[in-house]
């Protein structure tokens, strides 16, 4: 199998996390898969993923005290494999695992997906369980000194033959479960690693990438947290379909602002079944598992930033809001299939210009297809924005003019001197199709 051929184009779905932290239902799940489904299937939203702690019996009840809570009352089998908890996902009661709730999301013709940390449970490792069809104890495939700064569920695993035999068990099991998608947890590095002999991220994602190789079933292999290290692109793209860019994103607009620079550092890197992520789009209502939903606090502007340059630069677009109560100005920015058009496999986009009052992005076909451009304004009034034909297209004729639509409210302009030029409200967006033929 070719893990390339896995995710032609940027994954898109909805993840269960920024609206219900670690406290994420069965009946959760199959309700927003139902809306998605019904509303937003046609547009190219597929995945269901079940974010984090799903084996978790007492998540979200000390939330005072601990987000995750150590050494919580967590499901397992007798190989130290993570079961869902069956109060929270009843189905799964009697060893089925998540398979019935795979089958309710496949039968709606949408495709299902789990978070997981990186390692084995340190309660396997402690009680020397067996690691299913091996000769090897979780013990043996533990590593210590390696344990997540921030949810100490787990034990890094070692670079070894039972640590190989351990994910290879995890992912014939999800497999089973008909599992579509895994966003593998405190593996991508961040800022919070810098020594080499605490942090056992890089041969860990080799080896989930091995047991995927090996389960016989195409499973998306997504990394997280960032910031990634561009210095080790090389590394994400040759294990993963998809790595974290970032930190956790949330609705504000410096968090917002900054992704800029990374996506100019990253647009290089952005190829079929490889991209770089910019992390999950914090629409509509966040937050009832962190105690109080709000309503994202961006701007409609901003929101339209957002959802562009996500777009333009072909991020995978993964939702974090609660889906059945969005609003139809939110839909909207989801069902835009011009702007969706530009995740296209045969597609590519790429930084134009940027200062700290503005970017400017093109995004255009391989098979000579209309570019798309988008003026961002970054600054805290509206600007008037340009940009030259020659800086984004190839071949231009000087001697006629050329038509743009605007991708989010449809008007249309022709090019002065051949220079696009348009007024853009603060922190807001222009994005405009080049139609060849004229308008």
Request: with cysteine; aromatic share 12%.
């Amino acid at each position: 199998m070719n893990k390339n051929d896995f995710a032609p184009t940027p994954p898109m779905g909805w993840n269960s996390y920024d609206y219900y932290d670690t406290t994420v239902t069965e009946k959760d799940i199959q309700a927003n898969a139902d809306y998605m489904a019904a509303h937003l299937k046609q547009y190219g939203w597929e995945y269901v993923v079940v974010d984090i702690e799903w084996y978790s019996n007492d998540a979200g009840t000390m939330r005072d005290k601990y987000q995750y809570i150590p050494f919580g009352d967590d499901e397992m089998d007798a190989y130290g494999r993570l079961q869902p908890s069956p109060h929270r996902f009843p189905s799964s009661e009697g060893g089925k695992g998540f398979a019935p709730l795979a089958d309710y999301v496949h039968r709606l013709g949408l495709k299902f997906g789990i978070h997981i940390m990186r390692g084995i449970p340190r309660g396997a490792a402690q009680n020397h369980l067996p690691i299913y069809n091996s000769r090897f104890t979780a013990n043996e495939a533990a590593d210590p000194s390696s344990v997540c700064l921030w949810n100490p569920d787990m034990y890094g695993i070692c670079d070894n033959e039972a640590g190989q035999a351990y994910y290879d068990s995890i992912i014939a099991l999800y497999a089973e479960w008909g599992v579509d998608f895994i966003k593998c947890d405190d593996i991508c590095d961040s800022r919070l690693y810098r020594e080499p002999l605490v942090f056992s991220g890089w041969h860990e994602t080799r080896m989930l990438h091995r047991a995927i190789e090996k389960c016989g079933r195409p499973i998306v292999l997504s990394l997280s947290p960032g910031p990634a290290h561009i210095d080790r692109a090389w590394h994400y793209a040759e294990n993963a379909n998809m790595w974290r860019i970032t930190d956790d994103l949330w609705d504000k607009w410096d968090l917002l602002k900054e992704m800029f620079w990374r996506c100019e550092n990253w647009q290089d890197h952005v190829k079929k079944g490889c991209y770089p992520d910019c992390d999950m789009l914090p629409l509509g209502y966040l937050g009832k598992g962190f105690g109080n939903a709000w309503a994202c606090n961006l701007t409609h502007d901003e929101q339209k930033t957002m959802m562009t340059l996500w777009c333009m630069f072909r991020s995978p677009l993964m939702l974090g809001c609660e889906l059945t109560l969005l609003d139809e100005w939110t839909k909207s920015l989801l069902t835009n299939e011009p702007l969706l058009a530009l995740l296209k496999a045969d597609r590519h986009g790429r930084q134009i210009m940027r200062t700290d009052a503005c970017a400017v992005w093109m995004n255009e076909s391989d098979n000579g297809g209309a570019v798309c451009v988008a003026l961002f304004n970054l600054k805290d009034t509206e600007e008037t924005l340009s940009v030259r034909l020659d800086d984004c297209m190839d071949d231009v004729d000087m001697g006629r003019e050329y038509g743009f639509r605007e991708l989010w409210d449809g008007t249309c302009l022709q090019t002065v001197h051949q220079t696009v030029q348009t007024v853009v409200p603060a922190h807001g967006v222009k994005v405009f199709m080049c139609q060849s033929s004229g308008i």
